[in-house]
């Protein structure tokens, strides 16, 4: 147990630093008056969709505010949600059997592409993360805790982000063809993803979009500009995907689900996001992160077996 702390304490250290460069870069730099503006907005429903579906962490900060101001509640909700998301990417690697130093550099990709969300301020990155990973650590237990874990993280994705839930569904489904535990969760995950989705616009039925940014982006998203942003953040960790898979490393049900997950969310960011957006990707770095790793470092080891016998 105290060979854990040390890289429990080195990847929390690291979450906090995000926070407080999130906090001094967003809250109270020069997107001051804009971010504080957009969480006053969707607390009262007055702002466009899609961020007025994303209520989670504005309302969160709401219930702390009234033992202090906006500005210091929102630093407290985002320090307090990255503490616990370094430390469900600690338990997910841990459920990878991914050593410390798989955890710390998963930590250090969080943390050098939260850097860039300064860049597209918005409330829910930082609890989106926390939510994907939670879902992920689901996907490694079993029976009773499994499902609860999964709930829990649904729940979260709910308040956060329905699409990257419902890309979940479609990757917890496609592994399901083989596995049918897998096809039901997948199915009622992107069940959940779509009612809420649904419920979300009749609860805010004036959150429409803005004038001239309607739902469908395809047309605007085909330019070198906006496809570096997911090329950039992971094409080398696909890489090393791809590099593990041909040494010999199986890809297990859990890493299948979440790349066919993964790929499908962004062929489907394609038509209805700013994909040169990094807050539309940061959701997935953490886990993605461990994934790549532990697949080079299993490849590794296969090989070495290989080149005994």
Known sequence: MRAKLGPLAVGTSVFL????WDYWLRVRGI????????????????????DQYRPLVPKMAQLVSHA?????????????????????LFVFAQRRRVGP???????????????????YPRPEP??????????????????????SVLAFGALLLIGTRTDV???????????????????????ALGTVAAAATDIWVRVYPDAGYLKGSGLLKLSDNLNVQ???APVVMFLPLSLVVVGAWRRGWPPDPLASALGVALAFHVGLSLFIAEIQETRVWFPWIGIAAVVAYDAWTSSERAESSRSLR
């Open 17 to 20: 630093g995000i926070a407080y």
């Open 31 to 50: 997107h001051n008056s804009y971010l504080l503006r957009q969480y006053e907005r969707i607390i009262d429903g007055s702002a466009p969709a899609p």
């Open 68 to 88: 202090m101001s906006l500005e210091t509640a929102i630093g407290a909700v985002e320090s307090g949600v990255g503490v616990c998301a370094a430390i469900a």
């Open 101 to 119: 130093i798989g955890y710390v550099l998963a930590c250090f990709a969080c943390g050098w592409w939260a850097l860039s969300l300064a860049f």
């Open 126 to 147: 930082l609890a989106a993360l926390l939510a994907v990973t939670i879902v992920a650590v689901g996907a490694t237990l079993d029976g009773w805790r499994r499902r």
């Open 165 to 187: 839930l419902f890309a979940f569904g479609v990757g917890f489904a496609f592994v399901g063809l083989r596995h049918r535990r897998w096809l039901v969760e997948g199915l």
């Open 226 to 228: 906006s496809i570096a």
